[in-house]
């Protein structure tokens, strides 16, 4: 049997960290579809400093059919990244979609048949230092969808230390997930990194947005703890105090943020199953009014 061959979409904190550790393998062949080139993988971890030259791609006309395509993008580069399956995926790829939020078939459902897409909820800390440079905090989880296709994914990521496992109840897995990035959103909106967790007028307020994650979370069929906000502050205020999510660093980059997956879906399915979510929405508004300067 031959190497098998591996497409990631995305070398960001994720997508970097995910790439690296899967090009530690001679078993695979790695390549990076990114926007800016770079000249190697260089990942910080708790196990000590790796690195990785895969082969680096920035332009979709040039890709060819592989195993496996990885989604690492952010939640609002759908179109870019779809831009890649015309060549990557051939008759038999799969595509495991490592994204924020509740969304991840969905949004690839108008490019890709359903049952070649693989949802995956990833909680891997780390931080892009610069293009195929990132600080990876802990080792990390990644979950899937039990199955076949699950149980493959699994196997690609058997030789690191990452712990990679399958679930029956997805759902279940995608909303603890997103309860904890939903809280996330008050860095994004003080600009203060993940310490401030520690105010308890701010824990308060997340324990807040959490409560309405679980009410809207369960309304799709996820099995969401009661405890789940004190769970979620806890685990807040367990990482360093100096920790930075995705939506802190991208809003202090100025970048475009996942804002809507991570806070929006909870106020949007929250609208379709008729629980009010005050406190998402004013949390979005808030953060679109200081982004916008209006």
Not at 78 to 92: H, I, M, S, Y
Not at 143 to 158: D, I, K, N, W, Y
Not at 225 to 245: H, K, T
Request: proline share 6%; hydrophobic share 45%; glycine share 8%.
């Amino acid at each position: 049997m031959g190497r098998i061959r591996i497409a990631l979409i995305g070398p960001g904190s994720i997508g970097g960290s995910v790439g690296a550790w899967l090009a530690q393998s001679d078993d695979h062949d790695i390549t990076v579809c990114a926007r800016t080139p770079f000249e190697q993988l260089q990942v910080e971890t708790p196990k000590g400093v790796i690195t990785a030259r895969p082969k680096l791609l920035t332009d979709p006309d040039m890709g060819t059919p592989v195993d496996w395509v990885l989604v690492a993008t952010k939640t609002y580069d759908v179109e870019a990244t779809a831009r890649w399956f015309r060549t990557l995926v051939g008759p038999n790829t799969r595509v495991a979609v490592l994204q924020n939020g509740a969304e991840h078939v969905a949004r690839f459902a108008p490019y890709l048949p359903i049952e070649r897409i693989l949802p995956a909820v990833v909680d891997i800390p780390a931080e892009r230092v610069a293009a195929g440079h990132i600080r990876q905090r802990r080792m990390g989880t990644i979950m899937v969808p039990q199955g076949a296709a699950g149980e493959a994914f699994v196997g690609l990521l058997a030789h690191t230390p990452i712990a990679v496992s399958t679930t029956d109840d997805f759902i279940t897995v995608l909303w603890n997930k997103l309860a904890l990035n939903c809280a996330g959103a008050i860095s994004a909106l003080t600009l203060q990194p993940g310490g401030v967790a520690w105010r308890d007028d701010i824990a308060e307020i997340q324990r807040a947005m959490v409560r309405e994650c679980v009410a809207v979370g369960r309304a799709e069929g996820a099995r969401l703890a009661d405890d789940l906000p004190d769970a979620v502050i806890a685990n807040c205020r367990a990482a360093p105090r100096d920790s930075i999510n995705s939506m802190f660093a991208d809003r202090a980059a100025g970048r475009p943020m996942e804002l809507d997956a991570r806070n929006g879906v909870i106020v949007r399915l929250g609208a379709k199953h008729g629980i009010p979510t005050p406190i998402n929405t004013m949390i979005v508004a808030l953060i679109e009014a200081a982004v916008a300067g209006v």
